[in-house]
T-cell receptor, first 108, second 115 residues
Framework: GQQVMQIPQYQHVQEGEDFTTYCNSS?????IQWYKQRPGGHPVFLIQ?????EVKKQKRLTFQFGEAKKNSSLHITATQTTDVGTYFC????????FGKGTTLSVSS | DAGVIQSPRHEVTEMGQEVTLRCKPI?????LFWYRQTMMRGLELLIY????????DSGMPEDRFSAKMPNASFSTLKIQPSEPRDSAVYFC?????????????FGQGTRLTVV
């Protein structure tokens, strides 16, 4: 069945450093979505990528969708303590399948 | 809109008891998902409904788990009998349309502890 792998599992950075998480699917995706879950909270939608090679930006966050529509990345520039949480990619095939997420911690 | 509403928020039950989790999706949304989240396994899709019909239930662990969606505004996930390994946070999510083109909105989750 459809699988979505995400690395790294954990990442700790100093405030101001950059952060990247990578997502790979075992199958070609119709789209990929990114979510953020704060500690004790629920996943909240960030963005959806649909087109091959698509790049979207939200302030300090940059999202990319691979040319083959099987991989994606999220890059945060100059992390802040408010970026703390777990970032999930979710691949849309026959259902919405989540990766295991990357938990980001930031020290000031 | 109040968003996706789940109840109860917390449930503690003894092994062997029946547990029923409830979800009210956002009005007008026609896709509904049940997920289970644990540290070890992450966010696992249990079942996906579209227009009240189960489309993908391949993630339902075993016969002890069942899910229903009798109408567009209500769904239940039942575990009978419950076991300690079922302890997890269970999320319900809904979306407008299908997973192909729209975001999923999550409820606050139900934290289930089976002792």
């Amino acid at each position: 069945g459809q699988q979505v792998m995400q690395i790294p599992q954990y990442q700790h950075v100093q405030e101001g450093e950059d952060f990247t998480t990578y997502c790979n699917s075992s199958t070609t995706l119709s789209n990929i979505q990114w979510y953020k879950q704060r500690p004790g909270g629920h996943p909240v939608f960030l963005i959806q990528l649909v087109k091959s090679g698509e790049v979207k930006k939200q302030k300090r966050l940059t999202f990319q969708f691979g040319e083959a529509k099987k991989n994606s990345s999220l890059h945060i520039t100059a992390t802040q303590t408010t970026d703390v949480g777990t970032y999930f990619c979710a691949g849309a095939g026959t259902a919405l399948i989540f990766g295991k997420g990357t938990t980001l911690s930031v020290s000031s | 809109d109040a968003g996706v509403i789940q109840s109860p928020r917390h449930e503690v039950t003894e092994m062997g008891q029946e547990v029923t989790l409830r979800c009210k999706p956002i009005s007008g949304h026609n896709s509904l998902f049940w997920y289970r989240q644990t540290m070890m396994r992450g966010l696992e899709l249990l079942i996906y409904f579209n227009n009240n019909v189960p489309i993908d239930d391949s993630g339902m662990p075993e016969d002890r788990f069942s899910a229903k969606m009798p109408n567009a505004s209500f769904s239940t996930l039942k575990i009978q009998p419950s076991e300690p390994r079922d302890s997890a946070v269970y999320f319900c999510a809904s979306s407008l349309g299908t997973v192909m083109n729209t975001e999923a909105f999550f409820g606050q989750g139900t934290r289930l502890t089976v002792v």
